[in-house]
């Protein structure tokens, strides 16, 4: 069984973080993770537009890869083209937003979320909407760098400390989760800072389809 965890965005730099996110939930005779970069996609998703222009893209990869993938992930926080990828393919498709956000509703009444840009917090919101969720939602708030600007590891956890504490301090987060799995590399140190779990939401979909497909639920 193969779990095939998509980047819908062109950063190898952002795929190379995710499988390094991933090395925790690899084990011996448990289904394999390959993480594969979408060539058509943007170097970020972080825009409307975006989001809109990778959704064929993303379904025409799922589809491509029915016959050899157990489970698709698409490694975005915007859950772009999970829709269409869901239509695609008969295989599950998990999106990493919407498990992430109910994995955090398990470890505390109310999240917040660490974005990357603003221009990305009104879509989210709707995406909260949608899911049902924007009652337990403490608060969404921007880092201020976009998706390519994540790998300056200093600038990027500064402004990342700074945003999480707000987010519990003043907004009373009491579980933290990152928009973008660009963002993966620094969940650990991120807790550590914050004293309050911190959700790397590439691997709470990990996590997901590995008991998708280990129990059999998936039905297939």
Request: net charge negative; glycine share 12%.
């Amino acid at each position: 069984m193969r779990i095939v965890v998509l980047n819908p965005n062109s950063t190898r730099a952002v795929t190379e973080g995710i499988d390094a996110a991933l090395e925790p939930l690899r084990f011996g005779g448990g289904p394999e993770f390959g993480c594969e970069t979408l060539a058509e996609g943007p170097p970020g998703i972080e825009t409307d537009a975006h989001v809109a222009a990778v959704a064929a893209p993303i379904a025409r990869f799922v589809a491509s890869r029915e016959d050899t993938a157990g489970a698709f992930i698409i490694a975005c926080f915007s859950d772009p083209g999970l829709a269409e990828a869901r239509r695609a393919t008969r295989r599950p498709v998990l999106g990493m937003a919407a498990c992430g956000i109910f994995t955090a509703i398990g470890l505390g009444s109310r999240f917040g979320v660490i974005s990357i840009l603003d221009e990305a917090i009104p879509r989210h919101r709707r995406y909260y909407d949608a899911l049902g969720v924007r009652f337990r939602l403490a608060g969404d708030r921007a880092v201020g760098i976009g998706v390519t600007g994540l790998a300056d590891e200093s600038r990027t956890f500064e402004r990342m400390a700074d945003t999480g504490r707000t987010l519990r301090d003043e907004d009373g987060a009491e579980v933290l989760v990152l928009g973008c799995a660009g963002m993966a590399q620094y969940r650990e140190q991120l807790e550590d800072a914050l004293g309050v779990p911190v959700v790397d939401p590439v691997r709470a979909a990990a996590g997901m389809a590995l008991s998708v497909l280990v129990s059999g639920d998936a039905g297939m």
